[in-house]
């Protein structure tokens, strides 16, 4: 391969990999009696549950600063509303804090796999030894040896429903799915952006 070949297969690769790191919807519902509804310029209560505390304020956070960007006026509550209420008492939430609206989310683990970590050594006939990952390689015969250990990688799905906030009926619902990997950080951030921009596509803000 020549060098002028090389930035381009790199360039290929860091986009084949940003394409699957994209979160997938697996499934959205509306109710028709809500379809003119619009929350822009509206106050929305956040509020997400979560395996942790950590991921569920992550999640608040993201989820919050999505719904900004869309338009409208996200809320948090100071403290972590009971998810033994269900979605009457995020509705009761966004009442107490004279929100129009809430937003309802739930974090859960949708799988996890092991993958290897650690140095690994490559060889090759013409000449030449260096470090790399993933294995060992004698010329053209390819062999995966793993020399360090293995780890977790999680993968986190992301339940979203719109409240009203008055009635606590729900208005839309859209369930996301994030793939593996090893950054619970960003994998919520995705989900957050990507439930929020279907609530966009669904014109739940209004035309985009």
Request: with cysteine; hydrophobic share 45%; aromatic share 4%.
């Amino acid at each position: 391969m020549t060098p002028i070949a090389r930035p381009s297969l790199a360039a290929a690769a860091a986009l084949l990999v940003a394409g699957c790191a994209t979160p997938q919807i697996d499934g959205q519902w509306s109710d028709p009696a809500f379809a003119t509804r619009s929350l822009r310029d509206q106050k929305v209560l956040v509020s997400c549950r979560a395996p942790d505390s950590t991921l569920a304020r992550l999640c608040e956070e993201r989820l919050a600063a999505a719904v900004r960007e869309a338009g409208g006026q996200p809320l948090v509550a100071p403290v972590p509303v009971d998810a033994a209420g269900g979605h009457e008492a995020v509705a009761k939430a966004a009442r107490d804090l004279g929100a129009s609206a809430a937003l309802a989310s739930a974090v859960n683990i949708a799988g996890v796999t092991q993958s290897s970590f650690g140095p690994s050594l490559g060889f090759g006939f013409g000449g030449g030894f260096g470090g790399g990952r993933g294995g060992i390689g004698f010329g053209g015969i390819g062999m995966s040896v793993p020399l360090g250990g293995v780890r977790p990688q999680t993968s986190y799905g992301m339940g979203s429903a719109v409240l009203d906030a008055a009635t606590g009926r729900e208005m839309w619902s859209v369930r996301a799915t994030s793939p593996v990997a090893d950054d619970a950080p960003v994998q919520i951030g995705a989900l957050a952006r990507t439930s929020v921009d279907a609530m966009r596509d669904a014109g739940l803000f209004g035309p985009r």
